[in-house]
């Protein structure tokens, strides 16, 4: 996953606490070691329906999504 990817969540997924993420088509806007003190963790920017949410876990975005074929 890298800036500029168009992805897509999957159906199936149990949004934990966004009410707009299943089956949503986003953009990767960022991705970025968070630099916390717990240790280091990717996170990742999205815009998605008009909004942007950052800081959300690199794991879980790309485990949660899938790319979608811009071509078709």
């Known amino acids: ?3 500029g990817d168009l992805r897509r969540f999957r159906d199936s997924l149990i949004a934990l606490g966004a ?3 299943e089956g949503s088509t986003f953009v ?4 970025n070691d968070s630099g916390c003190r717990a240790g280091r963790r990717l996170v990742v920017d999205i815009l998605i329906d008009g909004g942007l949410e ?3 876990g690199y794991s879980w975005v790309e485990d949660s999504s899938e790319a979608v074929n811009e071509a078709g």
């Not at 990767?28 to 991705?31: Q, Y």
């Open 19 to 21: 009410d707009h993420v």
């Open 54 to 56: 950052t800081d959300l």
């Open 28 to 31: 990767v806007l960022r991705v």
């Open 1 to 3: 996953m890298q800036p």
